[in-house]
T-cell receptor, first 112, second 115 residues
Framework: DAKTTQPPSMDCAEGRAANLPCNHS???????VYWYRQIHSQGPQYIIH???NNETNEMASLIITEDRKSSTLILPHATLRDTAVYYC?????????????FGKGITLSVRP | NAGVMQNPRHLVRRRGQEARLRCSPM?????VYWYRQLPEEGLKFMVY????????ESGMPKERFSAEFPKEGPSILRIQQVVRGDSAAYFC?????????????FGSGTRLTVV
């Protein structure tokens, strides 16, 4: 019952921007968009989250459409170490329903 | 500022034995979540605990699995009478106050192998 849809995989060249799309057409007004990634065999790593405004941190930028039905995670200069499965998750922040529900994610392969 | 600590990193158990997985949350975090990742599959939520309380155990198998987060000490995920199908990576995450202002922090996981 994943609430997000992501392509199964994509690749990009090292040093170029990686734009990872996510559809969440049934998102509720109080749900945030979170992005995590999982590098092979490691625990998931938080990347960024947002409600309706675009967000940027040292790892990535998150662009959320005005209707909030989709978003794009941007890694501005992908490196080989960014090869991972990236998960887009919608979630109510806080409270008993605050668990993260992971879907299949998108496998990003960064090529030299 | 140590992150979420899970131990052991690797655990091998024979069928029928018990497995105890430990998770020490980040300092100041009072919420703990356990996830299981079967080989070549995604992460599945198991249980959400606060200190001395189970908040959501909707992902826990009905038998053999239990979890606790006592007032003092780490959270424990306990699997009794393990079977080969329990072989998986078990990840713990912690957050402060339900992570309203940010995400969870995950540990490095415990890889359970049942032989």
């Amino acid at each position: 019952d994943a609430k997000t849809t992501q392509p199964p995989s994509m690749d990009c060249a090292e040093g170029r921007a990686a734009n990872l799309p996510c559809n969440h057409s049934t998102i509720s007004g109080n749900e945030y968009v979170y992005w995590y990634r999982q590098i092979h065999s490691q625990g998931p790593q938080y990347i960024i989250h947002g409600l309706k405004n675009n967000e940027t941190n040292e790892m990535a930028s998150l662009i959320i459409t005005e209707d909030r039905k989709s978003s794009t995670l941007i890694l501005p200069h992908a490196t080989l170490r960014d090869t991972a499965v990236y998960y887009c998750i919608v979630r109510v922040a806080g409270g008993a329903n605050s668990k993260l529900t992971f879907g299949k994610g998108i496998t990003l392969s960064v090529r030299p | 500022n140590a992150g979420v600590m899970q131990n052991p990193r690797h655990l091998v158990r024979r069928r029928g034995q018990e497995a105890r997985l430990r998770c020490s949350p980040m300092k100041g975090h009072s919420h703990v979540y356990w996830y299981r990742q079967l080989p070549e599959e995604g992460l599945k939520f198991m249980v959400y605990l606060q200190k001395e309380n189970i908040i959501d155990e909707s992902g826990m198998p009905k038998e053999r699995f239990s979890a606790e987060f006592p007032k003092e000490g780490p959270s424990i995920l306990r699997i009794q009478q393990v079977v080969r199908g329990d072989s998986a990576a078990y990840f713990c995450a912690s957050s402060p106050q339900g992570a309203q202002d940010g995400g969870y922090t995950f540990g490095s996981g415990t890889r359970l192998t049942v032989v």
